[in-house]
């Protein structure tokens, strides 16, 4: 009878992938970065429906020096109700803020 010797070669597997706290970090602001650019892309489309909106009857006013987009708003607006008209002129106007130069024609709003 004889003998079989049997020797297994064990090779261990190679170690698990270890992140250093700088490697997290890069991943990390792939991660953030790839975020960022798909919510921009999604994000950045319009939702204007290209139809017009409800008819607003309005009457032009010209503004002179010392005009204020708060006084005109006063003028036509009811009691309690500037900022709202403020806001009404700004949208209908399109304007980026509450600045006016003399000379501008805005559409006010009639009530």
Sequence with gaps: MSTLSIQASFTPAPPALRLTRRGRLVVLALF??????????????????????????????????????????????????TRAMVDRIVELNALDGASLRVGQQLAVPLG
């Design 32 to 81: 953030v970065g790839l975020a960022l650019a798909v919510s921009v892309m999604i994000g950045g489309q319009s939702t204007a429906s290209g139809e017009r909106g409800p008819s607003v009857p309005t009457r032009t006013v010209v503004v002179t020096g010392g005009d204020t987009l708060w006084a005109i708003a006063a003028e036509v607006a009811e009691p309690g109700g």
